[in-house]
T-cell receptor, first 112, second 113 residues
Framework: DVKVTQSSRYLVKRTGEKVFLECVQD?????MFWYRQDPGLGLRLIYF???????EKGDIPEGYSVSREKKERFSLILESASTNQTSMYLC???????????FGPGTRLTVT | LAKTTQPISMDSYEGQEVNITCSHN???????ITWYQQFPSQGPRFIIQ???TKVTNEVASLFIPADRKSSTLSLPRVSLSDTAVYYC??????????????FGTGTQLKVEL
């Protein structure tokens, strides 16, 4: 059974804090993704990675960075959290040539 | 990347067939059309994917006309548990590797008794 796990379901941080969101997949997938989901805006891609140490910007990368040191793990970093980064964060992974993307349960981040 | 347009919301009753149409006028030759389903507080889940004509699985059918500028997800005999957001995506290419997925705002389907 495929599995994508995220380090926390709920997280509360203060403005200016550095925040790490971790995602781990056990399917040996090459591709991993970070999205944020906000009411009325759907899922928006922040960053994705197609291999270890490789990354590409998505549609809304500003204020975020990522790290992929191992194939199974993809981290999203908020260098200095701001209140407009309060959101649901979803991690996805996808292999090739498999077309299906699998998602984690999401992390609801609140920045106060 | 091809942009998709779907209705924001749809209402239905249990036992009815629901058809959700997605338009994607700028679809590329090697793009596939994929639909995902998302329940509250969960990540999206793959439903069905197709390239042209019709695809059917145990959950849904996907109808794609010859020009591929639109597609229709058909859910037969919906139940309350089908209440969810449905996303239409276009992309991924033939190899399926490394390409970005663009989710739109999705269609909120509400099924009532």
């Amino acid at each position: 059974d495929v599995k994508v796990t995220q380090s926390s379901r709920y997280l509360v941080k203060r403005t200016g804090e550095k925040v790490f969101l971790e995602c781990v997949q056990d399917m040996d997938h090459e591709n991993m993704f970070w999205y944020r989901q906000d009411p009325g805006l759907g899922l928006r891609l922040i960053y994705f990675s197609y291999d270890v140490k490789m990354k590409e910007k998505g549609d809304i990368p500003e204020g975020y960075s990522v790290s992929r040191e191992k194939k199974e793990r993809f981290s999203l970093i908020l260098e200095s959290a701001s209140t407009n980064q309060t959101s649901m964060y979803l991690c996805g992974s996808k292999g090739a040539p498999d077309y299906e993307q699998y998602f984690g349960p999401g992390t609801r981040l609140t920045v106060t | 990347l091809a942009k998709t347009t779907q209705p924001i919301s749809m209402d239905s009753y249990e036992g009815q067939e629901v058809n959700i149409t997605c338009s994607h006028n700028n679809i590329a030759t090697n793009d596939y059309i994929t639909w995902y389903q998302q329940f509250p507080s969960q990540g999206p889940r793959f439903i069905i994917q197709g390239y042209k004509t019709k695809v059917t699985n145990e959950v849904a059918s996907l109808f794609i006309p010859a020009d591929r500028k639109s597609s229709t997800l058909s859910l037969p005999r919906v139940s309350l548990s089908d209440t969810a957001v449905y996303y239409c995506l276009v992309g991924e290419g033939l190899t399926g590797g490394g390409n970005k997925l663009t989710f739109g705002t999705g269609t909120q389907l509400k099924v009532e008794l």
